[in-house]
């Protein structure tokens, strides 16, 4: 689509393609990263063994410093209150760690079987954080 005004091959260099991606780029840089990083961290497959097996290059993002930085700055946006918002943290270590209702056998393997979204409806519709995105 993006060729066909230049009449070039999918293969040949485009001057228009440079343009649109140029403006695709600056759109996305002023996205809401902090929000993003916050639901990258969300997914519960990415802290599962099978994502760390097929993706060996990269960290986990519970592990990752720059989105746990952004997180922790959606995170004060979404919760200003300190004492809500460290309930929110409790409930995430929890998630992360896989600890108490997230320790579950169940939660453990559909954490890679399952939608993300199905997921949190099925484990984790209970905590602060999922009730901030109903």
């Not at 929110?88 to 600890?99: M, P």
């Not at 209702?101 to 199905?118: N, V």
């Amino acid at each position: 689509m993006i060729y066909k005004p230049e009449k070039k091959a999918d293969y040949e260099e485009s001057s228009f393609w440079g343009v649109v991606h140029k403006v695709l780029e600056d759109r996305w840089s002023k996205s809401n990263i902090s929000l993003h990083c916050l639901a990258h961290s969300l997914n519960p497959r990415c802290s599962t063994k099978e994502w760390q097996s097929q993706h060996p290059n990269l960290t986990p993002p519970q592990s990752d410093a720059e989105i746990s930085r952004m997180r922790k700055i959606c995170l004060k946006r979404l919760f200003p209150n300190d004492d809500t918002r460290r309930e929110v943290n409790v409930e995430l270590a929890r998630f992360f760690g896989c600890l108490d209702d997230f320790a579950d056998e169940d939660s453990l393997r559909d954490r890679w079987e399952m939608d993300p979204i199905k997921w949190w409806l099925v484990h984790g519709s209970t905590n602060l954080i999922f009730k901030v995105f109903l």
